[in-house]
């Protein structure tokens, strides 16, 4: 199982603070995200929005997700 991990303002979009899918081999990024709800998705897949996967930051591009991965999603900070 993957888990999906909402942090800040995505939790309050998703939710939840995470969710588990279950994941056969390596699956892109982009396809987890086609099983959540669009609303979720879009937000998940902005510009602003940081991906870390066990605990480093990666990049969006071409990420792949295994089976036991925890994949936390990490709004931009802003305030003044």
Same mark, same amino acid.
């Given at each position: 199982m993957a888990?999906? &991990?909402f942090l800040g303002r995505l939790e309050e979009v998703a939710g939840a603070v995470e969710l588990k899918f279950p994941l056969t081999g390596l699956t892109p990024l982009d396809n987890v /995200?086609?099983? /959540?709800?669009s609303r979720l998705a879009e937000a998940l897949g902005g510009p602003k &929005?940081?991906?870390a996967v066990n605990?480093?930051?990666?990049e969006k591009e071409r990420l /792949?997700?295994?089976d036991g991965d925890e994949v936390s999603f990490l709004p931009s900070v802003s305030g003044g």
């Open positions: 888990r999906l &991990v /995200l086609q099983m /959540l709800p &929005v940081r991906i605990g480093s930051i990666v /792949l997700v295994a």
